[in-house]
């Protein structure tokens, strides 16, 4: 059984940082693709990255970058968000999720994974 479970999030200050973990278990090898979203209250889930794991790439959403980094454990399907210089606006629940070799990541765009962590609250006061 595929199962993520995401950990990490908390209360941070305006301008603070958090890494999120993702940990997947029930598959095994490196065809596959990890994708975080993010839903703040009230609106609609947004994608924030993917990483295709069997390619070594990570592609980041243009709102992200410069302030958000993944990056993948050495052992087991585990992949870190780094979060940096958070504001106000990043407050959610964070999700990561993958189809496995079906999850869509490239420069262009990302798609909707098939399994989902419980996901993690992420608050930013300001």
């Known amino acids: 059984e595929v199962k993520l479970v995401e950990s990490g999030g908390g209360l941070v200050q305006s301008g603070g940082s958090l890494r999120l973990s993702c940990a997947g278990s029930g598959f095994t090898g490196d065809d596959y693709a990890i994708g975080w979203f993010r839903q703040a209250p009230g609106k609609e889930i947004e994608g924030i990255s993917c990483?295709?794991?069997?390619?070594?790439?990570?592609f980041l959403k243009d709102f992200v970058k410069g302030r958000f980094t993944v990056s993948s454990g050495n052992a087991g399907n585990t992949v870190y968000l780094q979060m940096r210089s958070l504001k106000p606006e990043d407050t959610g629940v964070y999700y990561c999720t993958t189809a496995l070799g079906d999850f869509y990541c490239s420069k262009y765009g990302m798609g909707t994974g098939t399994y989902w962590g419980q996901g993690t609250q992420v608050t930013v006061s300001s």
């Open positions: 990483t295709d794991k069997k390619e070594g790439k990570t």
